[in-house]
């Protein structure tokens, strides 16, 4: 897979590109076709960012990022 840097993953937040992409323990995830995530954000949380540490406050676990393709590593 690509190695991302935090710059490039900033800019998938749905606004600035189109793409939908956040990080969750290295791994880069394209969540642009989750209705969940329209216009870069679910609930508190926004897109082009990692969320590894926001996970503990979500209601779900992290087998969530199964439901996603993995398309990189986070730099």
Not at 10 to 34: H, M
Not at 38 to 64: C, F, I, M
């Amino acid at each position: 897979m690509k190695i991302y840097t935090k710059q490039q993953l900033a800019l998938r937040n749905g606004q600035d590109k189109p793409e939908i992409w956040v990080a969750f323990q290295g791994i880069i995830y394209d969540l642009t076709a989750s209705k969940m995530w329209r216009n870069g954000k679910h609930y508190e949380h926004w897109a082009g960012q990692d969320l590894t540490d926001e996970l503990q406050d979500a209601p779900h676990s992290e087998r969530v990022f199964e439901k996603f393709v993995p398309i990189g590593h986070l730099a």
